[in-house]
């Protein structure tokens, strides 16, 4: 049976590396793993007013969590921490109280920076951030892509085979420790 892993990038910028980093992962994974990226851009600002009757395109991001088997996401590090766009998602998709699209979901986080930390601090941010949200975030390997204007060529094509050797081994990682809570029937769909 296949495994349906979601995408998610914090960033809507076309020539985006967390993006790029995502679809490295989708070259990466095994014929029996499909990942699919969402994309966040007609996600508008959260609103609480707007709970009841939220957007299609909070519901399509809903909908995509809810099918998937787990959650990748890759984060840019805005001023250390995760960027706004992806905080907003992530708010939008957990709400109303009590129905949110996150709630026991695997997931593996990754982070691709122009800087030297590559993404550090943004990753133990959103770590924290899935943590309420319930979800079982893999520890290990962290993936920290520093640099990364070296790592990409210009198409975006991910060109550092040590970073390819981490991203794939992640994907692993995940869809392994999927397998196993699946198998412990600790979750469910
Ligand atoms: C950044 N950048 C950045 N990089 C970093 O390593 N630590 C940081 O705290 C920040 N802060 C920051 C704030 C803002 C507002 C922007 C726009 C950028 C640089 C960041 O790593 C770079 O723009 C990446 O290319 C963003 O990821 P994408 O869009 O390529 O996926």
Redesign the pocket.
Known sequence: MKLNITGI?G?L?SG????AALRAAAELCPEEVEIQMVNLRDIPSYNEDRESNPPESVGELKRAIRACDAVLFAT?????SIPGVLKNAIDWASRPYGDSAWDDKPAAIMG????P?G?ARAQYHLRQILSYLNMYAINKPEVLIAN?AEKFDEQGHLIDQDTRDYIEALVMALVSWTERLKKAELITY
């Open positions: 990038a960033s910028r985006s590396y967390n993006r840019p590090e805005y001023n250390y691709a920076s122009i800087g930390i993404t990364a």
